[in-house]
C-alpha cells in the first residue's frame, strides 16, 4: 500500500501567518494516464472531511484562494496564504493514483 | 446540489453483520466515471479507505479487508450499501461515504461494537 507521511503532525498559527503542510509519498502518484490524484481535505470538528485541492493544485469551487497545492511524483505541499479562524481543523492528503487509495496521517492546525 | 447521507445500526455486538446505508441525490450513479467509496474514522484518528463501487457495477476492495466486505448499489443508482460481518471492537468508527475522488461526504454514521 501507498503511505502518505504528513508533516508536521501539529501546526500552531496566528491569525494572518503563512503555514505549509507536506505530504510524502512511499511511490510516485502519478498515474499512466498522466494524472496525478492527490487530493487535500480538510476536516473541522465534529464535521467530515471536506475537498479543499485535487489533482495536487486544483482548487476545489468555493475553496478560498489562499489555499493552493503544488508538488509532483512523491513530494507534495499545502499552503495556506494567511490562515483565518474557520481554517482550523486537521488537514490530510489522500492518494487515489494506486489501488487501495490511502490517506495521511494528518495534520492538525490550531491556534498559537 | 449533491448530498449524501449514511445510516446504520448505531450499535451492534461482536460477530455480527454489519449493514449500512448511504443514500444519496444531486448525481447519478449510471453517469460514467462515477464512484461511491465507504470510508471509516476511529476516533480521534485517520482515515481508511474501505470500498468503493461505480457506475458500471465494478466493486473495489482494500485488501486488508476485503474478505469481510460487500459493496453493492441498488437498481435505481440512489443509494449504496456495505456489509462487514464479523465485527469486532476494532471496527468501531465513524462511516462515511463519499462520492467521486472524495469529492462530497455525508455527515457520517456512528458505529459502535460492544458486548
Known amino acids: 500500500d501507498v503511505v502518505l507521511t504528513q508533516t508536521p503532525p501539529t501546526l500552531s498559527a496566528t491569525i494572518g501567518q503563512s503555514v505549509s503542510i507536506s505530504c510524502r509519498s512511499s511511490?510516485?502518484?502519478?498515474?499512466?494516464?498522466?494524472?496525478?490524484?492527490l487530493n487535500w481535505l480538510l476536516q473541522r470538528p465534529g464535521q467530515p472531511p471536506q475537498l479543499l485541492i485535487y489533482?495536487?493544485?486544483r482548487l476545489e469551487s468555493g475553496v478560498p484562494n489562499r489555499f493552493s497545492g503544488s508538488g509532483s511524483g512523491t513530494d507534495f505541499t499545502l499552503k495556506i496564504s494567511g490562515v483565518e479562524a474557520e481554517d482550523l481543523g486537521v488537514y490530510y492528503c489522500?492518494?487515489?493514483?494506486?489501488?487501495?487509495?490511502?490517506f495521511g496521517g494528518g495534520t492538525k492546525l490550531e491556534l498559537k | 446540489q449533491v448530498t449524501l447521507k449514511e445510516s446504520g445500526p448505531g450499535m451492534l455486538q461482536p460477530s455480527k453483520t454489519l449493514s449500512l446505508t448511504c443514500s444519496f441525490s444531486?448525481?447519478?450513479?449510471?453517469?460514467?466515471?462515477?464512484?461511491v467509496s465507504w470510508i471509516r474514522q476511529p476516533s480521534g484518528k485517520s482515515l481508511e479507505w474501505l470500498a468503493a463501487?461505480?457506475?458500471?457495477?465494478?466493486?473495489y476492495y482494500n485488501p486488508s479487508l476485503k474478505s469481510r466486505l460487500t459493496v453493492s448499489k441498488d437498481t435505481s443508482n440512489t443509494q449504496v450499501f456495505l456489509k462487514i460481518t464479523s465485527v469486532d471492537t476494532a471496527d468501531t468508527a465513524t462511516y462515511y461515504c463519499?462520492?467521486?475522488?472524495?469529492?462530497?461526504w455525508g455527515q457520517g454514521v456512528m458505529v459502535t461494537v460492544s458486548s
Open positions: 463519499a462520492q467521486g475522488f472524495f469529492d462530497y
Open positions: 444531486g448525481f447519478s450513479l449510471s453517469t460514467s466515471g462515477m464512484v
Open positions: 463501487i461505480d457506475w458500471d457495477g465494478d466493486k
Open positions: 511511490q510516485s502518484l502519478l498515474h499512466s494516464n498522466g494524472n496525478t490524484y
Open positions: 489533482l495536487v493544485s
Open positions: 489522500v492518494q487515489s493514483t494506486h489501488a487501495p487509495w490511502t
